[in-house]
């Protein structure tokens, strides 16, 4: 529960089936910052949120089934129409009404449909209601993602977020939707330096499929309505914890996926190698593959590092999976491949580490396999 | 048939069935020229061409079932053997010797094997080997990629191709091993400058997974045998379509391919622009998998051309597949979703057509859907 905050969520027919509106919506107006798509191409709830919103706000509307972004400047006069009627209903400005959409790109909002649920969407705000908030936006995730922590220290400080991901799961920015709430009383200023920083340790770390959506929104508010008892420290740990362990969710719940590849690149000699290396392992679709299949196929992950354009020596590339070394000084070393495989399967999370031998700096993402599902998902999802 | 050359291949037994060691053999030393992975792990065979190998050469031996990648300085020396042991067959010099390897990585050359299979692969040496040559590289093409061409106006001239790809196809030197003969003499300073050029036009503009090959080759021999009667400007274009022409036989063998997809990316500000926003949707999961589910998802294209970190203007774009329009002004305006599916579904090759209506330059690319079966093909490779 985050004091000073209420939620909801509702099926108001924007889909066919299912909930598919949420509101969250604050006592007072409280200060957000956002982190928003690095791609060219910006969903009308960007657009509008970054010219029209003020600093402080009210209520957020998000909403599944529609991702409204390349619908032009009709698609920020849809949100302008909302945030009027939405204002009304609340008894609030226009401008502190913020959006977030997702769904199918292209489709113009059914702007009737969404005035029309408005009353009961308000009318079942409540403390409790951040789980149907969670589940209003899905899309294709299969569980709602829900992460919520006591500060340690300050019993009465609370940080919950949600999020949604599945699919166009980038590296740059890597969620679709995630929003994160807290009642620990934060300075403006000091929000927009944290959320970057702890975004760049937590969403911009997973992928799932390597393409970038338009409309990834990452946003963090706080209430203020708890005292501020704990220190700053405190709240910075506990606020990465629960942005990593939803991003994590996001990775779990990658469209088909049936592993989670945690990745290491370590022994780099500098982060920027370790990190070029990472991505282009955890965006190659045959090493995806190969997990999928439960094969240590190490020379694909080796293939796809030397890809990667940066500089290493692979004569003295390392590459180990569940701790089991398959590789060293960049050639096979003896292994089991009977073991590995036996490992492989009876994992879900596995583990796979890229020492390259050169220097001390390394990087971490989180990845998915690539599945039969996945081209099942994506291959029908519009229809 | 090209002048002054032979070919063979057999079934060594690197592979447990089918062909897999082919020979090229010329009359005589002939000059040659090759571009190679830019992946910075490259296979034996590239290490050892570019360091052991005379400019002027007598014989090419290629194997598939194992790439003889990650294999270190005794992948290098295994070569090393073999080439000692084929030149003392052919009576030539050991550095008269080039090698091509395509398979998985990690594992050594199984030496005695192949030296064993020499005499028998000297011995089918025939002018009209170029189809068991061919085939002879093969390891999940589902066809042998052959490509012949008189040239026009000069009777006695041939330039013949070979190629194989299927998986591991990147949009930078996209193709794993592909050979280009010919009995056209040529000065090897001209070899040189024509081979990276029609390269950058051929090979280069195709994509299948995105991943880069530690193995990818392409080579050009000229044995000079046939008289040069016919222009350079008539080699030159001869020597293009033929490139191109295996280019597009591998893309349309791509790994469970179902769809080519002929992408046009115009009225770009420059070239640059173009290719990166091309390639950028070329590679796009979510793209392919769409036109594999026969589903004119423009929403998606202009999400990936929005990721490819190049200036454009999102308001600006259209949008077309096979001639039919269903975006303009970077909104979607009215087509029928169904007559769209159904041309989707009646076609193998489809077009399209990004038109950013930003100035005059374009490129092109070809590239597949992602399929079942590639998933399958991948998950399963090397059991």
């Known amino acids: 529960m985050i004091k000073g905050a209420r939620f909801s969520g509702i099926a108001s027919g924007i889909k066919a089936a299912g909930l598919d509106l949420g509101l969250a919506f604050f ?44 619908t032009g400047e009709e698609g920020i006069g849809d949100l302008a129409a909302i945030a009027s009627e939405l204002a009304g209903r609340l ?39 951040l789980e149907v908030f969670a589940r209003a936006m899905m899309t294709t995730d299969t569980y709602q993602k829900i992460v919520e922590e006591r500060m340690p220290g300050a019993a009465d400080c609370t940080i919950a977020g949600v999020a949604k991901g599945a699919g166009m799961i980038n590296p740059l920015l890597a969620t679709m939707l995630a929003f994160v709430f807290t009642d620990y009383p934060l300075e403006p200023a000091r929000m927009g330096r944290l959320l970057p920083v702890l975004g760049r340790e937590s969403f911009e770390r997973i992928s799932v499929d390597g393409d970038t959506s338009t409309n990834d929104t990452v946003m963090l508010f706080s209430t203020g309505s708890a005292p501020a008892q704990a220190g700053a420290g405190a709240f910075r740990q506990t606020l990465a914890r629960v942005m990593k362990a939803l991003a994590l969710m996001i990775v779990r719940d990658g469209e088909g996926a049936t ?19 990472a991505r282009r392992i955890a965006g190659s679709p045959l090493v995806k593959t190969a997990f999928f299949g439960c094969d240590p196929n190490w020379g694909r992950v080796i293939a796809a590092a030397g890809d990667a354009n940066v500089p290493f020596d692979p004569d003295k590339v390392e590459i180990a999976i569940q701790g089991e070394v398959l590789a060293r000084g960049g050639v096979e070393i003896p292994f089991s491949e009977e073991k590995l495989k036996e490992l492989m ?4 999370e596995i583990e796979l580490v890229v020492d390259l031998h050169d220097g001390n700096a390394c990087y971490d993402m989180h990845t998915t396999d690539l599945t039969f599902d996945y081209i099942k998902i994506n291959a029908s999802y519009r229809s």
């Open 91 to 129: 008894n609030i400005r226009a401008d502190e009404v913020l959006f977030a959409s997702t769904g199918v790109i292209g489709k113009r909002l059914p702007v009737e449909t969404i005035v029309a649920g408005l009353p009961g969407l308000v009318g079942a705000l409540s403390q409790d209601g």
């Open 259 to 277: 592993k989670v590849i945690h990745l290491t690149v370590k022994g780099a000699l500098r982060k920027k190698v370790a990190e070029a290396i």
């Open 27 to 70: 006592d007072r107006a409280v200060p957000h910052t956002a982190l928003y798509t690095r791609n060219k191409v910006k969903a009308a709830h960007i657009l509008y949120n970054q010219r029209k919103a003020a600093n402080r706000v009210r209520a957020l509307l998000v909403n599944s089934g529609c991702a409204n972004a390349c």
């Open 345 to 348: 399967t009876a994992n879900r």
